[in-house]
C-alpha cells in the first residue's frame, strides 16, 4: 500500500523576498516607494527646519493682510486696501479670462488653418504651412513681446485724438477707439436693472442691505457685510440662455425624430433661432440696455470698455501660438479617416461641406480631442508669460507682487502652483469627459 | 519659471542653511571670497562694463567690505539678482551681503529677517512726464496711466499716493527699466514712476532728455542700503563700519590720492584710529589693524565713489543733494570712530 504524501509545503522564508521570483517584484516595488516617500519626507523635513532657523515659519496669514498695491484689469472690485488673497483670487480670474479665450480662439483658427492646410489650392495650402512652421518654431514668449511692441508703436497715442486738427479719429462710427494704450470698445450697460443679489450674507443690518457702490459688474464685493453680490441681471440672461437653448435642442431632436420616421427633414433652422433671440432681445430690452460710447476724457478715453494691450498681445500671440499645433493635430486626425469614407460618402451623393461635417470631422475628432487637451493645458499654462507684457494674471499677482511684499516664497509659489494645477486637472476633466461622450459606441 | 523657483527655494533653503547662524566673517575668510549680491545691471549702481569688470556704485560698497576683510577688493563674486530673488539670496546664504539699491523699511528689517547695516543713497520716489502735458504737480494726475517696475516698494507708495489724494489712475506693470522706458517714450503711458536717482539715470540717455520733466513732488522716503542677516552682528558689524569708515572718511578728507601719506601718521587722532595706526579697532572688529585702510585704497571715499559713478561728471548726473555730508547740510552722519 503506497500512501500519498502531499508535497512537503513550502513554508515562507524571508529570503524569498529576493531570490523567488514571484515575490521580488513586489520587494523592489516596495523599497522604491519607501525610498520616494523618504526623499520627500526628508526634503519636506529638512526645507521646514531651515526655515524655522531662519525664523520663517511657514504661514499663510500674511494673505489676510492688505496688499497695497493696485491692480488694473480687475473684473471684481478690488483696490489697494484688499487683502492678498484677494488680489491673488483676481489674479487667478484674469489667468482664466486668458485661458478661456486663448483657447476658444485657437480652436477657431487652427480647425481652420487644419483644414485649410489639406486644402487642394496650392497658394492656401502652402501659406498655411508657412503660418504652422512660423510660430510653432519660435518660442511663444517671443510672440508675446512682438505683438505687446506692435501694440504700443503702431495705434496712435490718446493725444493723437485731442484737439480740432486730430490725427487719428475714433473707428466704426465713433464707438471703438484704438489707442496705443489698448482698444475701447462700446461697455454694456443696464438702466433698468434688478439689482443684486447677495450670497453668503452673514449679517441682515441695514449698512449691509443697503450697500450699493455705483459699479456695474458681475460680481461686487460688498464691504459692509463682506458678501458678493451678484447681478441679477446676469443670472436673468444666463438662465433665459440656458432655457431658450435647451428648446432649441428639443426642436432639433424633434426634427431628427421626424427624419427617422418618414425620412422628411422639417426645415427647423428659423424657429430655432427665433426661440433664442426674441426672448433674449425682449429681456435686454426690459433691462434697459444701453451702450457707453468711449469718449476722450483727461489722460485716457473714458466710459468704454477697456481691452488693455496687455490682454490682446497675450490672447493674441497665445490663440496664434497654439492653433498652430492645433491645425497639425487637426490635419492629422482628418488625414487618419481613411480615403474610402469620404469615397463612400460622395458615392451616397453628399457633398463635400456634408462630407466633412458628417462624416469626417466625427470620425477625426476621436484622433483630435486627447492631444487637444493637453494643447489647451499647454496655453494655460504659458499663460503664466503675461508678466512680461505687464498682464497682472495669477504669477503676477500671488507669486509676482504678493510673493516680493511679503517675502514668502515658499507659500506664495506653492499655493499658485496648487491653483495652476486645480485649473489644468478641472480643464482635462472637463475635456476628458467630452471625450467618453463621442468615443466610438460600440454595440 | 515656476516649479525653477519653488525647487531653487527649496534646494538653497536646504543647502544652505546651516549656515546662517555660522559666523559670515569665518566663513567669508574660510572661502577667500566675498559673496555680494547687486542689481542684474543698473548703470552707476552695479552693472558690469566692456570687460565684464563690476562697477558702480553700490560695487564700491561690496569692494571695499571685501577689502577689508581679504585684503583684496577683487575677490567679490558678483550675484545678480533681480527685485525678486534678492531676498530667497539672501536669506537662504548665498550672498553674503545685499548691495542692491533696496530699501530699508519696517517690514524687511524686521518681518523678513534682515540687518540694514546703514544708508549708501537717500533717495525718493518721483515722476516724470512729458513737458508737452503741460502738467506741472502730481496732484493733476488725476486718470493717468502710470508706468511702474513691479516688485518694488514705488507700486506701494503709488498706491497710496493716489489713494491719500483721492484721485485714480491706470498702473501699467513693468518688468524692468528698459521696457519702461520703450513704453513711456511711444506715450503707452503718461507718466514713468520709479526713484528719482533712477528717473534722472532714465532720462539721460533719452534723445532729447529736455523734452521730459520730472514733477517736483517726492512722494516717498527711499533710504538705500547694504544690508545682511539678522542674528550675525559680528558680520553686521563689519559691513556697517566699513560703510562708515567710506562715509568718515570723506568727513575727514581723507581720499584714496593721500591715504598713504595719512596712513603715515597724521595729527587727528580719529583718522588714525580710522587707518589703524591708533587704537585697536580692527581687532575688534574680528579684523587686522589695517581694514580701514585697505577698505578706502578700494575705491577711494564715500565722494569719489559717488563722484565717479553717479556724480554730476558722469551721464547720471546726481548731485550730491540729501547725500552730502552733515556739514555740508545733507545727512550723511557716520557714528565717531572711537
Known amino acids: ?443 | 519659471m515656476t516649479k525653477s523657483v519653488f525647487l531653487g527655494a527649496l534646494t538653497v533653503a536646504g543647502i544652505a542653511a546651516g549656515g546662517a547662524y555660522a559666523g559670515t566673517l569665518d566663513d567669508v575668510q574660510a572661502r577667500g571670497k566675498l559673496n555680494c549680491g547687486v542689481t542684474t545691471g543698473l548703470v552707476g549702481f552695479a552693472a558690469p562694463d566692456a570687460n565684464g569688470e563690476w562697477e558702480g556704485f553700490d560695487v564700491g560698497v561690496c569692494r571695499a567690505v571685501a577689502a577689508a576683510v581679504l585684503g583684496d577688493a577683487n575677490a567679490v563674486e558678483f550675484v545678480p539678482t533681480t527685485g525678486k530673488t534678492r531676498f530667497t539670496a539672501l536669506a537662504s546664504g548665498e550672498i553674503d551681503m545685499l548691495a542692491r539699491n533696496t530699501t530699508w523699511t519696517f517690514s524687511r528689517d524686521v518681518d523678513l529677517k534682515f540687518e540694514f547695516v546703514g544708508v549708501n543713497y537717500y533717495d525718493g520716489q518721483g515722476f516724470m512726464v512729458p513737458t508737452e502735458l503741460g502738467v506741472t504737480s502730481a496732484k493733476d494726475l488725476d486718470g493717468a496711466t502710470v508706468c511702474i517696475q513691479t516688485g518694488t516698494t514705488t507700486e506701494l507708495n503709488l498706491a497710496d499716493f493716489f489713494r491719500a489724494n483721492s484721485i485714480s489712475y491706470e498702473p501699467v506693470p513693468i518688468e524692468t527699466n528698459a521696457e519702461a522706458q520703450q513704453q513711456y517714450l511711444a506715450g503707452a503711458c503718461d507718466v514713468y514712476t520709479t526713484d528719482a536717482s533712477g528717473l534722472a539715470a532714465t532720462r539721460a540717455t533719452f534723445e532729447a532728455p529736455g523734452d521730459h520733466v520730472l514733477l517736483p513732488e517726492i512722494i516717498s522716503k527711499e533710504p538705500l542700503g547694504p544690508l545682511v542677516r539678522h542674528g550675525d552682528n559680528e558680520w553686521g558689524d563689519v559691513v556697517r563700519w566699513t560703510l562708515n569708515a567710506l562715509i568718515t572718511a570723506e568727513e575727514l578728507g581723507v581720499t584714496s590720492a593721500n591715504i598713504a601719506e595719512m596712513a603715515a601718521g597724521s595729527n587727528n587722532p580719529e583718522i588714525n584710529r580710522l587707518l589703524g595706526t591708533e587704537g585697536s579697532l580692527g581687532e575688534m572688529l574680528g579684523l587686522d589693524a589695517e581694514w580701514g585702510k585697505r577698505a578706502l585704497e578700494a575705491g577711494g571715499n564715500y565722494a569719489e565713489l559717488f563722484e565717479r559713478n553717479i556724480g554730476e561728471n558722469t551721464p547720471i548726473a546726481l548731485s550730491r543733494g540729501l547725500n552730502a555730508q552733515w556739514t555740508d547740510g545733507g545727512l550723511l552722519y557716520s557714528p565717531p570712530f572711537r
Open chain 1, 1 to 443: 500500500m503506497t500512501v500519498m504524501t502531499d508535497p512537503p509545503k513550502e513554508s515562507f522564508r524571508l529570503s524569498m523576498l529576493i531570490y523567488d521570483t514571484r515575490y521580488r517584484a513586489i520587494t523592489i516595488q516596495v523599497v522604491a516607494l519607501l525610498g520616494f516617500a523618504a526623499f520627500f519626507g526628508w526634503l519636506i523635513w529638512n526645507t521646514s527646519n531651515n526655515l524655522a532657523a531662519l525664523g520663517k515659519e511657514p504661514s499663510f496669514r500674511f494673505l489676510w493682510e492688505p496688499a497695497g498695491y493696485d491692480i488694473n484689469q480687475r473684473l471684481l472690485d478690488y483696490n489697494s486696501q484688499s487683502p492678498h488673497i484677494r488680489a491673488a483670487f483676481i489674479g487667478v480670474l484674469n489667468t482664466l479670462v486668458i485661458a478661456v479665450l486663448g483657447c476658444i480662439t485657437a480652436t477657431v483658427i487652427g480647425v481652420l488653418v487644419g483644414v485649410l492646410r489639406l486644402s487642394k489650392n496650392w497658394v492656401v495650402s502652402r501659406l498655411m504651412a508657412v503660418y504652422v512652421e512660423m510660430f510653432r518654431n519660435v518660442p511663444v514668449l517671443l510672440w508675446i513681446v512682438l505683438a505687446m511692441a506692435i501694440m504700443i508703436e503702431i495705434p496712435p497715442g490718446p493725444r493723437e485724438f485731442r484737439g480740432d486738427n486730430a490725427t487719428a479719429s475714433v473707428s466704426l462710427f465713433g464707438t471703438v477707439a484704438v489707442t496705443n494704450r489698448g482698444i475701447y470698445v462700446p461697455d454694456p450697460k443696464f438702466d433698468g436693472g434688478l439689482g443684486d443679489l447677495p450670497v453668503g450674507a452673514s449679517s441682515t443690518d441695514a449698512a449691509c442691505a443697503a450697500y450699493y457702490d455705483g459699479s456695474e459688474g458681475l460680481v461686487d464685493i460688498n464691504p459692509a457685510c463682506g458678501t458678493f453680490q451678484i447681478s441679477l441681471d446676469f443670472l436673468a440672461i444666463v438662465a433665459l440662455l440656458a432655457g431658450t437653448l435647451y428648446i432649441s435642442r428639443r426642436i432639433k431632436q424633434r426634427a431628427d425624430d421626424i427624419q427617422e420616421k418618414t425620412g422628411d427633414r422639417p426645415t427647423t433652422w428659423y424657429i430655432r433661432l427665433a426661440v433664442v433671440v426674441v426672448p433674449m432681445v425682449i429681456l435686454l430690452y426690459l433691462l434697459g440696455l444701453y451702450f457707453t460710447v468711449p469718449e476722450l476724457k483727461g489722460f485716457n478715453f473714458k466710459d468704454g470698455l477697456h481691452l488693455r494691450n496687455s490682454l490682446i498681445a497675450l490672447w493674441l500671440a497665445l490663440s496664434l501660438y497654439t492653433a498652430a499645433f492645433i491645425a497639425e493635430i487637426v490635419r492629422a486626425g482628418i488625414l487618419a479617416i481613411s480615403k474610402g469614407q469620404t469615397e463612400a460618402a460622395s458615392a451616397l451623393g453628399l457633398s463635400a461641406g456634408r462630407t466633412m461635417s458628417l462624416v469626417v470631422l466625427p470620425q477625426a475628432l476621436r484622433v483630435i480631442i486627447p492631444p487637444l487637451i493637453s494643447n489647451y493645458l499647454n496655453l494655460t499654462k504659458n499663460s503664466s508669460l503675461a508678466i512680461a507684457v505687464g498682464y497682472m494674471d495669477l504669477t503676477g499677482t500671488l507669486m509676482g507682487v504678493t510673493l516680493n511684499q511679503t517675502g514668502r516664497e515658499l507659500e506664495t509659489v506653492l499655493l499658485g502652483m496648487l491653483i495652476y494645477l486645480s485649473i489644468s486637472l478641472t480643464i482635462s476633466m472637463a475635456m476628458n469627459w467630452y471625450n467618453e461622450s463621442i468615443k466610438l459606441q460600440e454595440r
